[in-house]
């Protein structure tokens, strides 16, 4: 299997929901949306966020106000999902169905931010200082910390009755980092990685026995060429050199913490 053919999948999303419960996983649906960005399109509209748009000659200014609406929207995205989390940390309660559609607008709301953000700082006139964005605020790292690997744990602690749910996040995410594999190769290697964490994690949502050799296999693409990728440019890491990273230990549905070397999710606090 190619590596192009193996960073291709399926996304899907979902529609507002109402609120009917006033928990923080609700509730955020109702607070204030992100400010909204330069030439937005309408919220109704039907805009795919893997589909880039024509657009005309942006100016050095307008790209700088873009990209700044558009990490506003983001930081305070990334917060409602941090808030959320701890909240669900502290009960042990299995969730209901509007709670996983509402964790999964949540989520997928924050990968599109990401998603944009790091393509319009690859914006032809964009300047040197917003190319560096992505290093200097380790984007990459924080797409996977808070964007992903949050929501994979609890969808996977609440097996089988997530399986729809983790089976639905897991293609929009795997679209998602495979067009950004595409598109942005100055991470490649992140990329990669990413995309063979989350087809090992599809195996747990996997129907039949040739999905579950599909989704190994694809995962063994990923890891293979991050493995060969050598030492990315990704300054995801904190500039150290400590062996840390979030591996998925597939036979018993968890995430864990295992110790190996890869620098691109080594992240501070103090990054965000």
Known sequence: MSTESAHTGDTSSDQRLPVTCRCALCSYLASDDPPPR?????????????????????????????????????????????????????????????????????????????????????????????????????????????????????????????????????NLAYGLYGHLHTSIPTFAKAWAECLGHLALVAIMAANDVDECKRWASISQVGFDEALNSGPTSDAASDNSHEQSDAAFDVPHGRVHEQQVTDEWVLLGDDDL
Request: hydrophobic letters at 35%.
């Open 38 to 170: 330069p030439d937005s399109p309408e919220p109704d509209s039907d805009v795919s966020p893997l589909r880039l748009k024509p657009r005309p000659p942006l100016s050095k200014e307008e790209l700088t106000a873009e990209v700044e609406a558009i990490y506003t929207g983001l930081i305070m995205i990334e917060k409602k999902c941090t808030d959320v989390h701890q909240e669900l940390r502290l009960q042990s309660v299995e969730l209901k169905d509007e709670q996983w559609r509402a964790l999964h607008t949540l989520h997928s709301k924050l990968l599109d931010e990401h998603h944009d953000f790091l393509l319009a700082i690859q914006h032809p006139t964009a300047p040197p200082n917003l190319r560096r964005l992505a290093m200097d605020r380790s984007m990459p790292a924080r797409m996977w910390r808070h964007g992903v690997h949050p929501y994979l744990t609890l969808l996977q602690d609440q097996l089988p009755q997530s399986q729809e749910h983790l089976r639905t996040f897991v």
